[in-house]
Each structure stands twice: as C-alpha cells, then as structure tokens.
C-alpha cells in the first residue's frame, strides 16, 4: 500500500500506510534477525553443531527460484520495450548487491530504475546471511553476545558518521548503515536463550504494547527515517515480535493468528517481489503495463502471481530443501506442526 497511489473512501484513507508504510521492512528485518538466530541455535541443540552447508542449501531454495523468475520475467518485459530495465541493475539484483547502486538517483540517470529497487532490502538480507551463521558458527555464549552487540554498535557509529557527510536518502540502503536492523533483533535472540534473562524479559514484555506505541510515536517524530530513528526502531522492532511470539493470549498476537492473516505472510515473499510489477504510477507517474495497473486491477494480479508463485514454486522447493538436509531438528518441526510459522521466512 506504500507504494500504491493514496485511496480515500469518505472520511477513511490509506494516508498513513501511504506515508509509514517504508517501516514494514524495519519489521520483516527485526523478524528474520530473530528466526534466522533461533533456528540456527535450535539446530545446534538438536544436532550439536551448525551446518553452513545445510544452511545455505535451505536459503537458496527458499529465495533464489522465486527471485530469478521474478528477474526473467522483467528481463523479457523489457526485452519487448514495456518497461525499463538495465543490464546493470539487472545484475545488481541477481548477485544482491543492488542496495550499492543507483536506485532514486534521477540526476544521474535518464530513467527511474523501479523495477529491480525493492531488491535492496534482499540484498541486506543476504548479506546477513553470510555474517550471522559464521558468527555463531565460530563463538559461544557470551562471545556471541559480545560479538553481535560490538557488530550492532559498530554500525551504528558508523551510520552516524556517515550523516555528517551524506545525506540519509543517499545512503539508507547500504548494509553498513542498516545491518543494525537484524544483529540487534539477532542479539535478542541469543539472549532468549538464556534462562536468566528469558525470565526477565518475560517478565519486562508484558507491557509490549507499550513498545508498539513508542513505535508509533517514533513513525511520527522521524518521519523521514534518519540515522537517530533507525537506531531506535532496531531496538524496539524485536520488543514487538518478541512480545507477541511469548504473549500468545493477547490480542494483537490472536489477531495475527488469524487465518487469512496467517496465508498472507506464508506469500510474503511472492508478495514483495511482483508488487513492483503493478504498483508504479505513484513513482513512474505512469503506467507501463496500462490498465493492468489500475486500482485494484494491480493488488488482484499481485495476489494471483504471489500465489501462482508460492505454490508452484516457493513451497516445493522449500520442501525439496528440507529433504536434502532432513536431520531430527527438522523432523520434530515438521511433526509438531511449527514449520506453517517458519515456511514464510
């Protein structure tokens, strides 16, 4: 809805999705810090050992099938001259460091490159990935902490430096200035495996709620999203996640829980990728593909290929990942059912 023009009916709008609608991926980065670490430490207590091999085996079936078909399917749009495309943000999507070029730079470009831009947040994402599981791989305990709060801290001075000299719409994107946003939620996680503090942060979440308001009150006073309100979301992001994974009685958590609530997020990930496809008139001021982009032509055709997406091949070939790795930690998963939360990441 962020990046669909804004909708009004009567009184009622979508202005604030329109407007805050960027800070979902401060959410999904807080949720993928915590699962990434937790599964990671859950196979290590399973099987007395983490498998980089069996890890990366799993993500590029999870994330590159669905991605590359994305990228032929805009390869052969442009190819026909009905969208933009360049060899060189082409790439960049492919091999994930897309987040390091041009993406809203129209001074030093003819065009707007839009279809390839939500792949920054992708390539953060991958970048993580090859941090994290060596991090944990090679540290124990009270290193891990140490090392991920130094990391954390780390970012963030450098992110501060940064603004002195370029502004945060130049350089939001880059995975020095935003990997705060999983080491943090990552941290989390590894203290929650602590008994001790699981305890009192148990204890401390019962007012989660209240980290959800100080969210909001954050959207509001840094609506632009600079270098103080990063810091402060990648904090509370994981209060909120936390809060509603340990307080499952509550209403906000029972909400989430909702059925059809619960299907979207397991096509999250088909979503994120052809929504670019149909939602361009509010950045493009145009509409390459016609009508096909009229509300709510553009939302129904984004469901029906996330969908087509999902099925036909996300889950096949997240389950094909699971085989070729199969060990108890993933069995006990599958059988106790706790694999439907997990599937969408």
């Known amino acids: 809805m962020y990046h669909s023009t804004l909708h009004t009916v009567g009184v009622l ?12 991926v401060d959410v999904f980065f807080a949720i993928s810090g915590i ?35 994305y990228l032929l399917v805009i390869s052969v749009l442009a190819g026909v001259r009905l969208i933009h495309v360049s060899k060189g943000e082409w790439f960049a999507a492919l091999f994930f460091y897309r987040n390091y070029t041009s993406l809203f730079h129209i001074d030093q470009l003819a065009y707007l490159p839009w279809f390839t831009t939500h792949f920054w947040s992708l390539s953060v994402e991958e970048h993580f990935y090859l941090i994290l599981p060596t991090l944990l791989l090679l540290t124990r305990k009270r290193a891990r902490v140490a090392s991920l709060a130094v990391i954390s801290c780390c970012v963030i001075a450098h992110r501060q430096l ?37 305890r009192r942060f148990n204890s401390a979440i019962r007012k989660w709620h209240l980290v959800f308001i100080l969210s909001f009150l954050l959207f509001v006073q840094w609506p632009d999203g600079s270098g103080p309100q990063a810091t402060a979301l ?17 209403f906000g958590t029972r909400l989430l829980e909702w059925s059809p609530l619960r299907w979207v997020g397991r096509i999250s990930y088909s979503l994120y990728l052809w929504q670019q496809l149909f939602f361009t008139e509010r950045n493009l001021g145009s509409r390459p593909l016609g009508r096909l982009e009229a509300w709510p032509i553009n939302l129904v055709l984004t469901f ?19 085989r070729l790795t199969r060990n108890r930690l993933i069995s006990v998963e599958e059988n106790s059912g706790t694999h439907r939360a997990t599937e969408a990441i």
């Open 304 to 322: 029906v290929l996330a969908t087509l997406s999902y099925y036909g091949i996300e889950r096949p070939l997240v389950r094909l990942g699971h």
């Open 13 to 24: 709008s979508t202005s604030w999705l329109w407007r805050f609608g960027y800070r979902g």
């Open 35 to 69: 699962l990434i670490a937790s599964k990671l430490l859950e196979e290590e207590e399973a099987s007395s050992r983490i498998s980089l091999g069996k890890f990366y085996v799993r993500r590029a079936l999870r994330i590159l099938p669905a991605a590359i078909v």
């Open 162 to 198: 940064e603004l002195i000299h370029h502004s945060w719409f130049t350089i939001q994107f880059h995975t020095d200035i935003r990997l705060d946003a999983l080491t943090i939620p990552a941290l989390f996680a590894v203290l929650s495996r602590s008994e001790a503090f699981g």
């Open 234 to 250: 990648a904090i509370v992001m994981p209060g909120i996640v936390l809060g509603t994974v340990l307080k499952p009685e509550s």
